[in-house]
C-alpha cells in the first residue's frame, strides 16, 4: 500500500500565493508521475499539473504561467508553488502518484481564494 500525507492549504486572498506538498511513502517501487488535482463545489475533478520521472511536466490552461510542480525523486515528494491565486483556483486539491501503475490519492487540502 502507498500512502499519501498533503499539507500547505489554507485561506489566502487573491494574488497571494500557497505552496501546497505531497510525500508518498508505503510499498513504493517506481513512481512513474506525481500530480495534483482539484475539485471545486458542484464541478468534476480536474487534473491541475503533473510531473513524470523524466521530469517533464504538465499544466492545465488555467494555471500556466502561475503554478509551478516540482518533486524530489529520492524523497518521494512532490510541491505545488502557486501564485497569483484566483477566486476560481478555490477547490479541495488532491495529491496523485502513479507507481506500479496504479494511482494513490491523498486525503484533500481545502484552497480558499477571497476576493
Known amino acids: 500500500q502507498v500512502q499519501l500525507v498533503e499539507s500547505g492549504g489554507g485561506l489566502v486572498q487573491a494574488g497571494g500565493s500557497l505552496r501546497l506538498s505531497c510525500t508518498a511513502s508505503?510499498?513504493?517501487?517506481?513512481?512513474?508521475?506525481m500530480g495534483w488535482y482539484r475539485q471545486a463545489p458542484g464541478q468534476q475533478r480536474e487534473l491541475v499539473a503533473r510531473?513524470?520521472?523524466?521530469?517533464?511536466?504538465y499544466y492545465a490552461d488555467s494555471v500556466k504561467g502561475r503554478f509551478t510542480i516540482s518533486r524530489d525523486n529520492a524523497k518521494n515528494t512532490v510541491d505545488l508553488q502557486m501564485n497569483s491565486l484566483k477566486p476560481e483556483d478555490t477547490a479541495v486539491y488532491y495529491c496523485?502518484?502513479?507507481?506500479?501503475?496504479?494511482?494513490?490519492w491523498g486525503q484533500g487540502t481545502q484552497v480558499t481564494v477571497s476576493s
Open positions: 496523485d502518484v502513479n507507481t506500479d501503475s496504479n494511482d494513490y
Open positions: 508505503g510499498s513504493i517501487f517506481i513512481i512513474n508521475y
Open positions: 510531473i513524470f520521472r523524466s521530469g517533464a511536466t
